[in-house]
């Protein structure tokens, strides 16, 4: 089955950190560029952080010092760790798989920062 499922999401308090992953199957995982998405209630949905099958990465400024993206190519899974979480981090953070043309998406993770 074609998938990617999100875990590690929760409720954190400001200051805190969490450690998101993206568990894929049915893709061949090395060759995918991945990323990291959010959207928070009433926003469109943003870029966090993304990185290449070359392991290039690329941060939205907004999280640019307090995050890393990485990926585990023999485990299928990519991360995302964010530190010193602001309430402005809560959202829901969907993991995504781009390839050529196509994209595939997960059902996201909760993360709520209270202040």
């Known amino acids: 089955q074609v998938q990617l499922v999100e875990s590690g999401g929760g409720l954190v308090q400001a200051g805190g950190s969490l450690r998101l992953s993206c568990a894929a199957s049915?893709?061949?995982?090395?060759?995918?560029?991945m990323a990291w998405y959010r959207q928070a209630p009433g926003k469109q949905r943003e870029l966090v952080a993304s990185?290449?099958?070359?392991?290039?990465?690329n941060y939205a400024d907004s999280v640019k010092g307090r995050s890393t993206i990485s990926r585990d190519n023999n485990r299928d899974t990519l991360y995302l760790q964010m530190n010193s979480l602001k309430s402005e981090d809560t959202a829901v953070y969907y993991c995504?798989?781009?390839?050529?043309?196509?994209?595939?998406w997960g059902r996201g993770t909760q993360v709520t920062v209270s202040s």
């Open positions: 995504n798989a781009a390839l050529g043309g196509s994209n595939l």
């Open positions: 049915g893709i061949i995982f090395s060759i995918n560029n």
């Open positions: 990185i290449t099958r070359g392991g290039s990465t």
